[in-house]
């Protein structure tokens, strides 16, 4: 059984206009999805169901079993689905980083020295020990929304869903978060939906789901989804930088090979090109 | 108009021991008129308070040399602010958190009622109109509007249009396309490209994406420390691989294909935008099979 | 860069930080009853006060700088009071005449007063929340509220709220100069113009205040609900509050100046009488 399953999920924040329409989806324990659409596709709504912020008009979503129209499960799903959103000046409550850390285990009424242990882990897992005592006021974007992530990660949820995390840092800050949300994956087999629509943050999926006015119009592992050039274009969605060099390069007569979506892919197989000579 | 700043420093909390940090440190820069120009550096190397210079946001301290645009001395205590702030126009980081008014008229006309307070009422309505359909809204659509009801790339437009209202001959931009999908940044780039042949004679573009400085800008200065590490084409700068990736910042795609393909021997000489690069790499590759 | 300077804590660890919250609390209310006791022409009273708020300065290792700049945000006020005293005090020998104002003996010693008091006051209240953070302050105030909850007044909420405000205090500030300066771009004009202007070009800076306060509000909201937040029911703290014998020191200091006051009031009520 996924460890998420979503079926035939409809939501509307007006009973009028649906911003989800239809979204059948499922996430195995440990997979890396990104989710990818144009502003106002509805990726934010999408990740407030998963986490039972906004309930489904119809439709059915299931967490590690439990069930989300059932009232008594809200909890065991908020839990198991942590949400870290976009703007990281929005989502901290307290003016110590170990208290703001602090505030979901104590939500849970988990015991003293227990949420102590869970602080230490989690700030941790995101490199950020050394700041356990700092006011998040005077840390960057990237270490705020590292902050962000360890106030999740201290509820042990199964799944982390970064919602637009990165779209308000620099690139520093970005690749801050992206090398923990990555490290969480691969050695804590953290379960990350990763939305967003920075391309490059696609690369390293397992599966993408393209969404578009509501509607999931695409799923694959990133190769297969970039296949897809016209319908991305289409959809008002750009293939990475690299790829579309790489295209526009064969245009030219360039051999190149298909299926190249990044820098490092482009210049080894122009140098392949090269050597063949 | 000409921008130019002469060993212009900043400190911020001055006087105080532990508290104080130099955000510019004999800053020595000039844009000619004419020009698209980038600031690229780190958060916090002092690109903002750079920039907030520009029009007197921040005032140039004494003895903190000296910044002048066109025949504007804004080191002079007399510098007539109002009238140069028609004429420098500044665009900040998210700017549709700056809408107030209650429609959309009247919030791009709030600039034009400050600089020109007995404009009459037809030539300002012209204007606002104007510069609204410039950024690509229809006026008669949403003039009656509150700004809030808009989408948010709307909103983004209206904000730019309340900016550009009273043609300012440079434009200064905070990293102005923050938090757009790609569509929305393309279609914003062709804006500026757009006021850039129209009233807007210099504009001056702070941004992290260096694929954006590299494809659009005549020449770009590099921020590092509250100084100047480099200015250039982006050629130029650009073509210093290791000491941008010393100094945190992301090479531009071009830049760095250019640079993986140098370490193998393989030399492409181009302007660094993707035009230039495709053109100079297909004259290498083409045809090799 | 962003400096408030009343109600920023700062952090250190020092015998006054290290103290528990609620007793620290209790000592600032009984301190400003203290400088509210001293009466009139007391100054020695005031003297006990300044004493005491020194050494609370040094032991809590607060640079004296840091703690006078919390004075500068009412300085406008402490200054219009004392004008206001030393031009309209009309009673006492007079000194100086000049048209219908009198400056008077009285009058100056009544300004003198005036800003001791509330110096003392903004002083001791500042070093509170200099030594205590947001988080320790609102902890303690719910503490202290608890007998409250039988009347069911929501203690813990009113805490939540109150560190939440702190928390959000430096971010708004920060919005605050961003769009200040967006506007002044537009050429707004905040400096010029009588009290009415001053106060209608505000406008274009407090409506995007409040707009994003809202949005502010709303994602916080959110982030807290999916952080599993349900109200006070079964939480737990991670934060104990527990006394030492720092706080049982603070505790004597204070009723020691309590008691020099009240007994500086009553031998100077006696010298009156006998």
Same mark, same amino acid.
């Given at each position: 059984?996924?460890?998420?399953?979503?079926?035939?999920?409809?939501?509307?924040?007006?009973?009028?206009?649906?911003?989800?329409?239809?979204?059948?989806?499922?996430?195995?324990?440990?997979?890396?999805?990104?989710?990818?659409?144009?502003?106002?596709?509805?990726?934010?709504?999408?990740?407030?169901?998963?986490?039972?912020?906004?309930?489904?008009?119809?439709?059915?979503?299931?967490?590690?079993?439990?069930?989300?129209?059932?009232?008594?499960?809200?909890?065991?799903?908020?839990?198991?689905?942590?949400?870290?959103?976009?703007?990281?000046?929005?989502?901290?409550?307290?003016?110590?980083?170990?208290?703001?850390?602090?505030?979901?285990?104590?939500?849970?009424?988990?015991?003293?020295?227990?949420?102590?242990?869970?602080?230490?882990?989690?700030?941790?897992?995101?490199?950020?020990?050394?700041?356990?005592?700092?006011?998040?006021?005077?840390?960057?974007?990237?270490?705020?929304?590292?902050?962000?992530?360890?106030?999740?990660?201290?509820?042990?949820?199964?799944?982390?869903?970064?919602?637009?995390?990165?779209?308000?840092?620099?690139?520093?800050?970005?690749?801050?978060?992206?090398?923990?949300?990555?490290?969480?994956?691969?050695?804590?087999?953290?379960?990350?939906?990763?939305?967003?629509?920075?391309?490059?943050?696609?690369?390293?999926?397992?599966?993408?789901?393209?969404?578009?006015?509501?509607?999931?119009?695409?799923?694959?592992?990133?190769?297969?989804?970039?296949?897809?050039?016209?319908?991305?274009?289409?959809?008002?969605?750009?293939?990475?930088?690299?790829?579309?060099?790489?295209?526009?390069?064969?245009?030219?007569?360039?051999?190149?090979?298909?299926?190249?979506?990044?820098?490092?892919?482009?210049?080894?197989?122009?140098?392949?090109?090269?050597?063949?000579? | 108009m000409r921008v130019e700043s002469k060993?212009l420093?900043f400190?911020?909390?001055?006087?105080?021991?532990?508290?104080?940090?130099?955000?510019?440190?004999?800053?020595?820069?000039t844009v000619?008129e004419?020009?698209?120009?980038?600031?690229?550096?780190?958060?916090?190397?002092?690109?903002?308070t750079f920039v907030q210079h520009l029009n007197g946001l921040i005032k140039v301290g004494k003895d903190k040399g000296s910044v002048i645009v066109g025949e504007y001395n804004l080191s002079d205590k007399k510098c007539d602010f109002k009238s140069l702030r028609a004429k420098v126009g500044m665009v900040f980081?998210?700017?549709?958190?700056?809408?107030?008014?209650?429609?959309?008229?009247?919030?791009?006309a709030f600039g034009l009622k400050n600089f020109a307070p007995n404009m009459p009422?037809?030539e300002r /309505?012209?204007l606002? %109109?104007? @510069?609204?359909?410039?950024? !690509?809204?229809?006026?008669?659509?949403?003039?009656? #509007?509150?700004? &809030?009801?808009?989408?948010?790339?709307?909103?983004?437009?209206?904000?730019?249009?309340g900016v550009i209202v009273t043609k300012p001959e440079v434009l200064v931009?905070?990293?102005?396309?923050?938090?757009?999908?790609?569509?929305?940044?393309?279609?914003?780039?062709?804006?500026?490209?757009?006021?850039?042949?129209?009233f807007v004679k210099t504009?001056i573009?702070?941004?992290?994406?260096?694929?954006?400085?590299? /494809?659009?800008?005549? %020449?770009? @200065?590099?921020?590092?420390? !509250?100084?100047?590490?480099?200015?250039?084409?982006? #050629?130029?700068? &650009?073509?210093?691989?290791?000491?941008?990736?010393?100094?945190?910042?992301?090479?531009?795609?071009?830049?760095?294909?250019?640079?993986?393909?140098?370490?193998?021997?393989?030399?492409?000489?181009?302007?660094?935008?993707?035009?230039?690069?495709?053109?100079?790499?297909?004259?290498?590759?083409?045809?090799?099979? | 860069?962003?400096?408030?300077?009343?109600?920023?804590?700062?952090?250190?660890?020092?015998?006054?930080?290290?103290?528990?919250?609620?007793?620290?609390?209790?000592?600032?209310?009984?301190?400003?009853?203290?400088?509210?006791?001293?009466?009139?022409?007391?100054?020695?009273?005031?003297?006990?006060?300044?004493?005491?708020?020194?050494?609370?300065?040094?032991?809590?290792?607060?640079?004296?700088?840091?703690?006078?700049?919390?004075?500068?945000?009412?300085?406008?006020?402490?200054?219009?009071?004392?004008?206001?005293?030393?031009?309209?005090?009309?009673?006492?020998?007079?000194?100086?005449?000049?048209?219908?104002?009198?400056?008077?003996?009285?009058?100056?010693?009544?300004?003198?007063?005036?800003?001791?008091?509330?110096?003392?006051?903004?002083?001791?209240?500042?070093?509170?929340?200099?030594?205590?953070?947001?988080?320790?302050?609102?902890?303690?105030?719910?503490?202290?509220?608890?007998?409250?909850?039988?009347?069911?007044?929501?203690?813990?909420?009113?805490?939540?709220?109150?560190?939440?405000?702190?928390?959000?205090?430096?971010?708004?500030?920060?919005?605050?100069?961003?769009?200040i300066k967006a506007q002044k771009a537009r050429g707004a004009d905040f400096e010029s113009g009588n009290?009415?202007k001053k106060?209608k070009a505000?406008?274009p800076v407090?409506?995007?205040?409040?707009?994003?306060?809202?949005?502010?509000?709303?994602?916080?909201?959110?982030?807290?609900?999916?952080?599993?937040?349900?109200?006070?029911?079964?939480?737990?703290?991670?934060?104990?509050?527990?006394?030492?014998?720092?706080?049982?020191?603070?505790?004597?200091?204070?009723?020691?100046?309590?008691?020099?006051?009240?007994?500086?009031?009553?031998?100077?009520?006696?010298?009156?009488?006998?």
């Amino acid at each position: 059984m996924p460890l998420l399953q979503a079926e035939n999920l409809t939501f509307s924040y007006d009973k009028k206009h649906n911003v989800i329409k239809n979204v059948s989806l499922s996430v195995e324990k440990g997979e890396y999805i990104a989710v990818i659409g144009r502003n106002g596709s509805g990726k934010s709504t999408l990740a407030k169901l998963f986490n039972g912020l906004v309930k489904p008009d119809s439709g059915k979503l299931t967490v590690d079993g439990f069930d989300g129209n059932d009232k008594n499960s809200l909890f065991e799903i908020r839990k198991r689905v942590g949400v870290v959103f976009q703007n990281p000046d929005n989502q901290l409550v307290a003016s110590i980083v170990e208290d703001d850390v602090a505030f979901g285990p104590e939500n849970l009424g988990v015991p003293r020295e227990e949420i102590g242990k869970r602080i230490d882990f989690a700030l941790k897992a995101v490199g950020m020990e050394k700041f356990r005592h700092s006011s998040p006021t005077r840390l960057s974007g990237g270490q705020k929304q590292r902050i962000a992530i360890a106030g999740v990660l201290a509820l042990m949820p199964e799944i982390l869903v970064l919602d637009e995390s990165t779209a308000m840092l620099d690139p520093q800050g970005r690749k801050e978060v992206l090398d923990v949300v990555e490290k969480l994956n691969k050695e804590k087999n953290v379960t990350v939906i990763t939305i967003t629509h920075y391309m490059d943050e696609v690369l390293n999926a397992d599966k993408v789901f393209v969404l578009s006015d509501g509607e999931v119009v695409l799923t694959g592992t990133p190769e297969e989804i970039f296949k897809e050039k016209d319908r991305l274009k289409s959809l008002g969605l750009e293939l990475p930088l690299a790829a579309v060099v790489a295209d526009r390069l064969k245009e030219k007569g360039v051999a190149l090979p298909d299926g190249i979506l990044t820098n490092e892919g482009l210049a080894e197989a122009l140098c392949a090109l090269k050597a063949k000579i | 108009m000409r921008v130019e700043s002469k060993d212009l420093t900043f400190i911020y909390g001055e006087g105080s021991k532990n508290l104080s940090v130099t955000a510019l440190d004999k800053v020595s820069l000039t844009v000619e008129e004419g020009e698209f120009f980038g600031i690229i550096g780190q958060t916090g190397s002092g690109k903002t308070t750079f920039v907030q210079h520009l029009n007197g946001l921040i005032k140039v301290g004494k003895d903190k040399g000296s910044v002048i645009v066109g025949e504007y001395n804004l080191s002079d205590k007399k510098c007539d602010f109002k009238s140069l702030r028609a004429k420098v126009g500044m665009v900040f980081q998210y700017p549709e958190y700056q809408l107030f008014a209650e429609t959309v008229k009247d919030d791009v006309a709030f600039g034009l009622k400050n600089f020109a307070p007995n404009m009459p009422e037809g030539e300002r /309505e012209k204007l606002v %109109r104007e @510069a609204v359909e410039t950024v !690509g809204l229809n006026y008669d659509r949403i003039k009656e #509007k509150s700004p &809030f009801e808009l989408s948010g790339g709307q909103k983004r437009r209206v904000a730019i249009a309340g900016v550009i209202v009273t043609k300012p001959e440079v434009l200064v931009l905070d990293e102005p396309a923050a938090g757009l999908d790609p569509v929305g940044k393309r279609e914003f780039i062709e804006l500026l490209h757009k006021l850039h042949g129209a009233f807007v004679k210099t504009i001056i573009l702070v941004s992290h994406d260096m694929n954006l400085v590299s /494809e659009n800008c005549t %020449r770009a @200065a590099i921020f590092s420390h !509250g100084k100047i590490h480099s200015v250039g084409t982006p #050629k130029e700068i &650009f073509s210093r691989y290791d000491e941008l990736v010393e100094l945190g910042l992301d090479l531009p795609v071009t830049a760095s294909l250019t640079r993986a393909l140098k370490e193998n021997g393989i030399e492409i000489d181009s302007d660094l935008t993707v035009d230039g690069f495709i053109e100079s790499a297909a004259k290498i590759f083409a045809g090799e099979k | 860069m962003k400096e408030v300077a009343f109600g920023q804590y700062y952090p250190a660890k020092s015998f006054v930080h290290n103290m528990d919250a609620r007793v620290k609390i209790l000592a600032v209310i009984a301190y400003i009853v203290a400088v509210f006791l001293v009466q009139s022409f007391q100054f020695m009273g005031f003297a006990a006060c300044l004493l005491f708020v020194l050494i609370a300065t040094a032991a809590s290792g607060v640079p004296f700088g840091k703690v006078l700049k919390s004075i500068k945000g009412i300085l406008f006020f402490i200054i219009l009071s004392a004008i206001l005293q030393v031009f309209f005090n009309a009673t006492g020998n007079v000194l100086v005449e000049w048209g219908f104002i009198k400056i008077t003996d009285k009058g100056l010693l009544n300004a003198a007063f005036i800003v001791a008091r509330i110096t003392l006051m903004v002083i001791g209240a500042s070093l509170l929340t200099l030594t205590t953070s947001p988080v320790e302050l609102a902890d303690g105030i719910e503490s202290l509220l608890t007998p409250l909850k039988w009347l069911k007044f929501p203690v813990h909420e009113f805490a939540l709220i109150m560190s939440i405000a702190l928390r959000f205090i430096p971010t708004l500030l920060d919005e605050t100069d961003r769009i200040i300066k967006a506007q002044k771009a537009r050429g707004a004009d905040f400096e010029s113009g009588n009290v009415f202007k001053k106060a209608k070009a505000l406008i274009p800076v407090l409506i995007p205040l409040l707009i994003s306060s809202f949005r502010r509000a709303d994602e916080l909201a959110d982030a807290m609900d999916a952080r599993c937040y349900s109200g006070s029911k079964n939480r737990t703290k991670y934060k104990k509050m527990h006394l030492t014998w720092r706080d049982l020191i603070g505790v004597l200091v204070m009723a020691g100046l309590i008691t020099g006051v009240v007994y500086l009031n009553i031998t100077g009520f006696l010298a009156v009488v006998v």
